[in-house]
């Protein structure tokens, strides 16, 4: 079952000791602090470079290039000011581990973000305090109790981190926070594949943020 949901607090009900928890960062825990930076901003970015003309992978590839950039020079906070006592609270209950789609480069620049809000997901697992490298051909790693996707879907590198046996097990139960619907969707087909319930919550607090920027104002930040 997929839901739609503005609070992080709506996964609670769900936990057990045999769940993971998965929770996307972007958009769902952390965002920008201004609009320069914000995943948001990444994507009008995508959407100007692709109306100048740039195919669609290139205007990918240069939008996800500049966002990088930005990510040195802004300073996030939490989406929701309770985030990182839920996440603490969750974590004496079952596992919980990050997944996001930023790749292996901003690995540094993320960790000091999520420090910077008191975020981690390795603290109370020792477990989870490694670095491993999921997927060689995408560069997926997981480190520190977060799985960098990169470029391979975010499904696909959860069942193989689980199913390496190594750092996580099959378990009963995955509840997964994103605010993108299809992660969830790919990741509840996985779960009914291998006979896991599944809980899915598309975060939508942020749905409408920056939602009035005008074209001169993105412009005015490149």
Not at 47 to 65: C, F, Q
Not at 117 to 139: P, W
Not at 178 to 183: A, N, Q, V
Request: net charge neutral; glycine share 4%.
């Amino acid at each position: 079952m997929i839901r739609e949901s503005e609070h992080l607090r709506d996964v609670s009900q769900h936990l057990c000791q045999d769940t993971i928890l998965v929770l996307d960062l972007d958009r769902t825990l952390i965002t920008s602090d201004v609009f320069y930076g914000s995943e948001t901003w990444e994507v009008l970015v995508y959407k100007h470079l692709m109306s100048e003309g740039h195919p669609t992978r290139k205007a990918k590839k240069m939008s996800e290039a500049i966002w990088k950039r930005a990510q040195a020079k802004v300073t996030v906070r939490l989406i929701e000011t309770c985030a990182s006592r839920h996440i603490q609270e969750w974590q004496n209950q079952t596992n919980v581990i990050g997944l996001t789609a930023r790749d292996h480069t901003v690995i540094e620049t993320t960790m000091k973000q999520l420090s910077s809000v008191d975020i981690s997901f390795s603290t109370f697992n020792t477990r989870f305090q490694t670095t491993k490298l999921i997927r060689e051909e995408t560069h997926s790693v997981f480190h520190q109790g977060i799985a960098f996707c990169g470029d391979a879907p975010k499904n696909e590198i959860l069942f193989q981190l689980i199913l390496d046996n190594d750092i996580l097990s099959l378990p009963k139960k995955i509840v997964m926070v994103d605010d993108r619907k299809h992660h969830l969707e790919m990741t509840r087909k996985n779960c009914h594949d291998y006979g896991i319930e599944f809980h899915g919550f598309r975060y939508n607090r942020c749905d409408n943020e920056y939602k009035n920027i005008t074209q001169q104002e993105l412009l005015a930040t490149l």
